[in-house]
């Protein structure tokens, strides 16, 4: 156990940076929101590049792990989605589509571009292509899945026949096709499939950003929790519960006992499902009028609990 601590106490430490940066006011006006943008546009980018570029496709692709994740996945997705229309996680019975879809992405969605790539980095470099291939799956099917879900709902709310026209899949494709990450590992993919040598500039330049990726990333996280609520109700239990326990437990038994890719990827995979909630599913939410007082709420407690069970899980999974 000491020496995940050494590994995890660390990166926990740039994460309270952050937060004390933002709680005693330290940082200027917009300089969250500017942290920020230089991780997603630039930093984080840079990193998926060189993970996917610099690898043979062969060694990136792994159909037991990929359908092991999603299988494990979109279970846990459909429970929450059904359990929130239920009216078993703290909303009235016959919630709104649209909210009932939301909730599931953040019970699925985990903080893997920010705190993963920078976790995973500092227990097992070698293991970031696997990290790259569950931030595929988490794009392309979990955020693509929960962003048309709430394009139908709303189309639905507004009384447009959504489900004939193709207006509710037309701002997912444009959005997943803006998304820097998702461009970063196409360009990664066109150098990695050819087994194209990526230019000396090119990789100087991308190994610099990519250098600053894990510690931006990690004061973003605590500065962005400076300004989110701290506080638990059956609502947020659930939502924690589910994001921490409920969906890395599934996707480890799907990993380890059902599909058996490679154990080291099983193990980081697992890893990759403890991780806290992303804020992306309160961006999303918020973009799609959904209420989000209990998602941002549980994306706050979950990162706080997230310090003992990130810890439990690496000491658990073997992963030094």
Known sequence: MLA???????????VLCGHVASGRRLLPAGAVEGINAFVFYFALPAMLFRVVAQRPIAELLDWRYVCGYLAAGLAVYLLVWRSALHGRLGLPPGADRTQASALALHATHGNIGYLGLALVAELDPTALPTVA????CDIFVFIALSMVLMEFGIARQDGRPAARSRSAWLPVATSLARSPLVLSIGAGLLVSIPALPVPVAVDNFTRMLSGAAGPAALFAIGAALGAQPLRIDRQVAALVFAKLVLYPA????????????DPA?????TLCAAL????????????YRVPTDAIGAATAVGTVLSVLSITVA???LGLR
Do not use: C, H
Not at 250 to 261: E, H, T
Not at 265 to 269: C, K, L, P, W, Y
Not at 276 to 287: D, G, L, T
């Open 4 to 14: 995940v601590l050494e590994v995890t106490l660390p990166v926990f430490a740039l």
């Open 133 to 136: 291939l569950t931030i595929i």
């Open 250 to 261: 599934a996707i480890g038994a799907s990993l380890f006992l059902l599909f058996r890719p």
């Open 265 to 269: 990827a099983a193990s980081v995979g």
């Open 276 to 287: 806290p909630a992303a804020s992306n599913s309160f961006i999303i939410a918020q973009r």
């Open 314 to 316: 690496i000491w658990l």
